[in-house]
């Protein structure tokens, strides 16, 4: 088992692309809010640090707060995600095989939206830039692009769009969404959500940060009971090997459970796990690695709706991880309700013809009304999108 030196590195490398990341030993500990009193401002939580280091203004976490990755990244507008957990001293999280792991009142996690930045800051509203607001390009990132290694988070070079937070109060867990400022020093608490027009290297993205209302819409995994849940924080998603700065990998719920905040943790070949995603499909690839890594992302991206209890409960379409009859998965499903949303085509998965199938007909949908999934995005998945079409057309058989 790593020892404790080891498990520090972790902690610093293990968010995604922030290896060697920088952590000031003075900064004090994460505060908890009641839901009566919650901060107008992020860093009242006390989770991150703004530094000016050599590199220039940066971002650090709090040394008692843990990054973690998952194994496949839910897609949302193609921005880079640093997320963080923390629980409160004495207290840890309870594993669980296939429900998000049972964590103590009093956890936060937080998830952090950014973008590499693309070139230098641009002016929109005239040529001269007088009286106007200079926004910088920003590029489009893949899921497991790398933000910077040996270092914190640069500012220049990246841009913090939002953190949410997730706080576990004694009633149940609550959303918080903060929207960070222009000048990148600090985020504001936006219950109402806020939209955000970001200039991509190609385009220019109408960004929306997602009311308290609207994280509910992939927050609640039982539509009967109505309560918020975390998402990523469960066995499969997190049971994924992680590299540390120096070259090391260890396997992530190890690293929970040393620190003391996982607790009943099996034997590591009783734990499940999805697949890692990869940003392309290649020709060597073989048929069961992409089926395993199109399950996997079906099951992070839209599994939260399309399983018992979800809001997608009533389509038939089952797309979690733990479905195992072809047709809940699709195959040769028809909708239950036919309309524009199935594009003229009859089934949700039609053997070996991705073009004439439902699932990535959808996929492939900028619409209202016709794009999977419906909230957190609106450009297409250009790698998510070549995966699934691999795997339908993959698929033997045909339907009647």
Request: overall charge negative.
């Amino acid at each position: 088992m790593p020892g404790s030196g080891f498990t520090a590195r972790l902690a610093a490398a293990a968010a995604i692309g922030l290896s060697g990341l920088l952590i000031s030993c003075q900064q004090p500990e994460p505060r908890f809010f009641d839901s009566d009193n919650y901060p107008a401002q992020l860093s009242a939580w006390q989770l991150f640090q703004l530094n000016a280091g050599e590199q220039g203004h940066q971002l650090t976490l709090n040394p008692e707060i843990l990054p973690y990755q998952l194994a496949t990244p839910l897609f949302s507008e193609y921005a880079l995600k640093l997320r963080t957990v923390w629980l409160p001293d004495g207290t840890a999280a309870r594993y669980q095989d296939t429900d998000t792991f049972e964590f103590p009142v009093g956890t936060i996690i937080s998830k952090t939206f950014y973008y590499p930045v693309a070139t230098p800051a641009v002016t929109e509203n005239d040529s001269e830039g007088a009286g106007s607001d200079e926004k910088p390009r920003l590029l489009k990132a893949g899921a497991n692009t790398s933000a910077v290694i040996g270092g914190a988070l640069p500012l220049d070079r990246f841009r913090l769009i939002e953190t949410r937070l997730l706080v576990h109060q004694p009633s149940g867990w609550e959303a918080l969404p903060y929207v960070w400022n222009n000048e990148q020093t600090e985020a504001t608490l936006q219950i109402a959500g806020d939209i955000q027009r970001l200039p991509l290297e190609d385009s220019t993205l109408t960004y929306v940060v997602p009311n308290r209302n609207e994280c509910a819409g992939c927050h609640v995994l039982d539509q009967n009971k109505g309560d918020l849940s975390p998402i990523g924080p469960a066995a499969r998603h997190l049971n994924r090997l992680v590299a540390l700065d120096d070259g090391e990998h260890t396997r992530q719920l190890d690293v929970w459970q040393q620190r003391g905040w996982l607790t009943d943790l099996p034997a590591p070949e009783q734990i499940p796990a999805n697949a890692v995603w990869r940003d392309s499909v290649h020709e060597e690839d073989s048929e069961e690695a992409i089926a395993q890594r199109a399950r996997a992302y079906l099951d992070i991206n839209c599994g939260h709706c399309h399983q018992p209890g979800g809001s997608g409960d009533t389509s038939g379409l089952f797309l979690h991880a733990g479905e195992t009859s072809a047709m809940r998965l699709g195959v040769c499903k028809p909708p239950v309700a036919a309309g524009r949303g199935a594009g003229g085509h009859r089934f949700s998965i039609l053997p070996g013809q991705p073009e004439n199938s439902i699932l990535s007909y959808r996929i492939a949908s900028q619409e209202t009304g016709v794009l999977m999934p419906e909230l957190g995005r609106s450009l297409v998945h250009d790698q998510g999108l070549q995966l699934i079409e691999a795997w339908i057309a993959q698929q033997p058989g045909h339907c009647n």
